[in-house]
């Protein structure tokens, strides 16, 4: 996850950038539930509205967050499917902030309503995060649900009434770009805390519609518009933050951004990047899902790490006899291609690894979704690379 807003505070008062330092373990997002009420068009876990066998119990939740907590893990994000379905959803919510975990809520927000907003309320979830994926009818044609974005608003009404730091979360395809200058007004507008812009990964619905994908130039457009709109808000003293994720490309579109804004700051910047460090799956971030598997990010789904009946979150997480998860935890990571070429490795650890393996068969292939030009990556452009264009050379990680 890219943190604009702690950027552009940066940018405001610098400090001096200090060595990296990974947390003691890695942010949970956990996929408690796989049913879901919405049929999205990009979602990852596939969800649908039926029950899906073999999920985790209620005392079987309870144990691996007790291992989760000896590990020194900071934060768990209860996600789904929509976790709001699964009856014991405030039981385990509690429960987590017993534990002392910082606990959020990944809900597409068409279920938060007056019947339960106390209820959500009393968990005291730091955060509550609700989909958004555009402006009235597009919205709805995305979650393919008519009413589905009057539905969610309201949800985030409720919670932000209540005093709920509330967000929006946003994935960007060629379908529903044109509303983004609208949602960030409305974030404005409705006093929401938080705005999290998603670029297109390609994992399960995401993987299938993976052709609708925002083509480069119109992800440096929303790039830009993100940025400028985060720096008015800085400016004006306003304090919501903006996230992106699931392309860690935007660190360096960012440094070039300041680079042509406030160019004497860029040094500075540049070295907050590198402390920053880019993509982390596999070492900040973990997932599990519905059925206790574990995963190197939420869109690994395909790809198992172990299961959490079987052996303790903890030990699976540190086993480094599997390749990927040996890959991912490597510093710096060993990448081909254009990611293996770029100056600014060091800022972004390779890009999201998830989408050279599904378009490539190889987790170590350039990422095919930076969207940076090769001067901006320091990869010359020879006239032998442009008749190979195509052509991928790999340094696999051992």
């Known amino acids: 996850m890219f943190r604009i807003s702690q950027f552009m505070q940066e940018l405001s008062a610098p400090r001096p950038a200090g060595p990296k330092h990974n947390p003691p373990a890695p942010v949970v997002i956990w996929n408690l539930i796989r049913r879901c009420n919405l049929t999205c068009k990009h979602c990852y876990s596939i969800s649908t509205d039926r029950d899906f066998p073999g999920e985790l119990t209620t005392e079987e939740v309870f144990a691996v967050m007790d291992d989760l907590r000896r590990f020194r893990v900071p934060v768990l994000i209860l996600s789904g499917g929509e976790p709001l379905l699964r009856p014991d959803i405030f039981d385990i919510a509690r429960h987590a902030k017993s534990l002392g975990f910082y606990v959020g809520l990944s809900s597409n927000g068409t279920l938060i309503d007056s019947a339960n907003i106390d209820r959500i309320a009393g968990c005291d979830f730091d955060y509550v995060g609700v989909s958004l994926d555009g402006i009235g009818a597009t919205h709805d044609r995305f979650r393919q649900m008519s009413g589905a974005f009057d539905a969610s608003l309201q949800g985030i009404r409720l919670c932000r009434d209540l005093g709920l730091k509330i967000g929006v979360r ?11 200058p609208q949602l960030l007004r409305l974030v404005e507008e409705e006093g929401i805390d938080r705005f999290y812009f998603s670029h297109l990964n390609y994992a399960g619905r995401g993987n299938k519609n993976r052709r609708q994908d925002a083509q480069h130039q119109l992800t440096r457009w929303a790039m830009d518009l993100l940025f400028e709109t985060c720096w008015q ?8 933050e903006f996230t992106s994720g699931n392309n860690d490309a935007d660190g360096v579109y960012f440094l070039h951004w300041v680079n042509r804004r ?29 059925l206790g598997n574990v995963h190197p990010d939420t869109m690994w789904w395909h790809y198992t790490l172990g299961n959490v009946r079987q052996r303790p979150f903890s030990e699976i997480w ?8 040996a890959g991912l935890k490597r510093f710096p990571r060993q990448v081909g291609g254009r990611c293996g070429e770029c100056v600014h490795f060091d800022i972004c650890n390779g890009n999201t690894r998830v989408r050279a393996q599904q378009l490539t068969g190889d987790p170590w292939a350039e990422d095919p979704g930076c969207y940076l030009d090769d001067a901006e990556v320091g990869v010359a452009m020879n006239a032998e690379r442009a008749a190979s264009s195509r052509t991928v050379t790999i340094r696999r990680a051992p």
Do not use: C
């Open 233 to 240: 808000y800085q400016e004006r003293g306003l304090r919501k």
């Open 318 to 325: 540190m086993d480094l006899s599997d390749p990927l998860l």
């Open 262 to 290: 406030f160019p004497e700051r860029a040094a500075n910047i540049r070295a907050r990047l590198v402390q920053w460090g880019g993509n982390s799956s596999g070492v900040n971030v973990a997932n599990i899902d519905n």
């Open 170 to 180: 946003f994935t960007m395809t060629q379908e529903n770009a044109h509303d983004l």
